[in-house]
T-cell receptor, first 113, second 113 residues
Framework: GNSVTQMEGPVTLSEEAFLTINCTYT??????LFWYVQYPGEGLQLLLK?????DKGSNKGFEATYRKETTSFHLEKGSVQVSDSAVYFC????????????FGQGTTLQVKP | EADIYQTPRYLVIGTGKKITLECSQT?????MYWYQQDPGMELHLIHY???????EKGDLSSESTVSRIRTEHFPLTLESARPSHTSQYLC????????????FGPGTRLTVL
């Protein structure tokens, strides 16, 4: 079945450090891939998405490239800020009709000044 | 910004009480979802709906029930709350296409004493 695996957290970085959060997936067909972010006490917000192989999603300085050959969608940011502290979820949506999202387990990022 | 609303945001209730968590969206989305988020942050789909009068069980078994009488409204009900139901409940919606983004509400944090 479909599944998503994220690197375990928590990840603790200093401000302006480089961020990578690894995400790999298992899926049949051609899924769409997403990164969502959850700030404390809030719901999930879409950070970026990619719908086909080699697409790059980007938003707010974050990037992720859909790599079909390695079944990966790693999240990167060149210089993190304290305000980026949150939980990040990688997710896939299968190409079927249900529209259901399969989430990874989430990675907590803490950025220290 | 997504127009999806959940009430209440926080609820503390005693064992055995009946509760209904409200979810509404004003985007005209056909598909709606309920997720349960455990303290370890993982999200699990518990119910979804393709449209009016359509409801399906999700991947995680839940004692809750849902209804979809109107497109914009997707309430979740627990007939008799128990401490094991303590969790964060997130509602989401999306348009019909498989590549469309799923938008999330702010969540309801339920505590059953």
């Amino acid at each position: 079945g479909n599944s998503v695996t994220q690197m375990e957290g928590p990840v603790t970085l200093s401000e302006e450090a480089f961020l990578t959060i690894n995400c790999t997936y298992t899926a049949t067909g051609y899924p769409s891939l997403f990164w969502y972010v959850q700030y404390p006490g809030e719901g999930l917000q879409l950070l970026l998405k990619a719908t086909k192989a080699d697409d790059k999603g980007s938003n707010k300085g974050f990037e992720a490239t859909y790599r079909k050959e390695t079944t990966s969608f790693h999240l990167e940011k060149g210089s993190v800020q304290v305000s980026d502290s949150a939980v990040y979820f990688c997710a896939l949506k299968s190409s079927g009709n249900t529209g259901k999202l399969i989430f990874g387990q989430g990675t907590t990022l803490q950025v220290k000044p | 910004e997504a127009d999806i609303y959940q009430t209440p945001r926080y609820l503390v209730i005693g064992t055995g009480k009946k509760i209904t968590l409200e979810c509404s969206q004003t985007m005209g989305h056909d598909k709606m979802y309920w997720y349960q988020q455990d303290p370890g942050m993982e999200l699990h789909l518990i119910h979804y709906s393709y449209g009016v009068n359509s409801t399906e069980k999700g991947d995680l078994s839940s004692e809750s029930t849902v209804s979809r009488i109107r497109t914009e409204h997707f309430p979740l009900t627990l007939e008799s709350a128990r401490p094991s139901h303590t969790s964060q409940y997130l509602c989401a919606s999306t348009l019909a296409a498989s590549t469309d983004t799923q938008y999330f509400g702010p969540g309801t944090r339920l505590t059953v004493l």
